[in-house]
């Protein structure tokens, strides 16, 4: 087959730097150029499932040489792991987010919240799925179901069974005609419900340990799927602990209840840490806003302003000039206290 010639493909898999893409209704394994690869400056620059490519047939038609990597119109990124500082992609191109999580031990608001930042970081629109719910006490429903309303404004709310299909055309509906991902802990039950959505198994299942809902990880690449409703969804391995890599609207999306409640305090810089006129304070004195929902932004603010400190060093020196005049009013304070102690 001609070199020369380029074909539009989409990225379908992505596992240890190998890729597979779907041009002309098949599928093919692919790999990346030398010269796209020497230049990338960081995994951001590489192909991600989701993205639309340039390739070259190979080996009459049977094997992709992915050259260029489209513009992305979203892109679903986390902090990288280890010591790393490089982001890492997780999904690109997609419309929504589905943030599955199990209504069992699985059960996390801490880490719903941290999960719906970078959904609302994305570019994409969250949807959070509720799972097991032929699992979770009936007594017990209806409390979870508005703390995870609560923790997640502005996102769409299902619950589903994926064993009794319960609640699954809920989600086919809001799954038809767009390109999505799944993102979730190991045991929150993607891929029993991405089993159900295909109509056969796709993707393998695993126990779940009893003592805390854990699962071991069954996905283990970043893989497309094509589904009956007319949807695509991406599926990702289970992430069991997600830091943040950005988040610039997303914190502020994601928590836009305390966000509005900010608007009205009386300083524009407000920490919400005792200021006065503060209204953030005024509402957890009334009792309209949780301590722990302020507890969590709180957190996942200082945690964010962190990693821009390491990128940014104008707001690093910024940072360590506070850190210092705050250390001289203490030294200044002690003093005081000193000479009017006659010491």
């Known amino acids: 087959m001609d070199e020369n010639i380029f074909v539009s493909a989409l990225v379908t898999e992505e596992q240890k730097g190998l890729y597979k893409v779907w041009t002309g209704g098949l599928e093919l394994p692919a790999v990346v150029t030398g010269k796209l690869l020497g230049g990338a400056e960081g995994r951001l620059d590489l192909p991600v499932v989701g993205d639309e ?39 690109a191109n997609i419309a929504k987010v589905f943030i599955v999580m199990g209504l069992d031990g699985n059960y996390n608001i801490a880490r719903l919240e941290r999960l719906l930042v970078a959904a609302w970081d994305s570019g994409a629109a969250p949807v959070v799925v509720l799972t097991k719910k032929d699992l979770c006490p009936e007594a017990e429903l209806a409390g979870r179901l508005a703390a995870v309303e609560l923790a997640a404004p502005g996102a769409q709310v299902l619950c589903v069974s994926s064993l009794s299909g319960d609640g699954v055309a809920q989600v086919e509906a809001v799954l ?22 295909a109509g056969h198994a796709v993707a393998d299942t695993g126990a779940v340990r009893e003592n805390d809902a854990r699962g071991r990880h069954t996905t283990t690449a970043r893989q497309l799927y094509f589904l009956p409703c007319g949807g695509q969804v991406i599926d990702t391995p289970g992430i069991r602990e997600f830091c943040v890599e950005y988040a610039g609207g997303g914190l502020e999306s994601s928590f836009s209840d305390i966000a509005a409640l900010a608007a009205g305090c009386r300083f524009a810089d407000c920490s919400h840490t005792g200021e006065p ?16 929902r302020l507890k969590s932004y709180g957190k996942l603010r200082r945690e964010t302003e962190r990693l821009e400190r390491k990128s940014d060093p104008k707001k690093r020196m910024l940072a360590n000039r506070k850190l210092r005049h705050f250390g001289k009013m203490v030294r200044d304070i002690g003093e005081a206290k000193r000479r009017l102690r006659g010491g």
Do not use: M, W, Y
């Not at 999505?180 to 089993?195: E, P």
């Not at 006129?277 to 722990?292: D, Q, R, S």
């Open 53 to 91: 490519v340039r390739a070259v047939l190979h080996d009459n038609g049977e094997k992709a040489v992915i050259h260029a990597v489209g513009p992305r119109s979203s892109l679903l990124l986390r902090k990288g792991l280890g010591g790393s500082h490089d982001a890492q992609p997780l999904a």
């Open 176 to 197: 038809a005609g767009a390109r999505c991902c799944f993102v979730g802990s190991s045991g929150a039950g993607k891929s029993t419900l991405l089993n159900r959505l």
């Open 277 to 292: 006129g503060c209204a953030v304070a005024a509402a957890l004195e009334a009792g309209t806003l949780a301590p722990e």
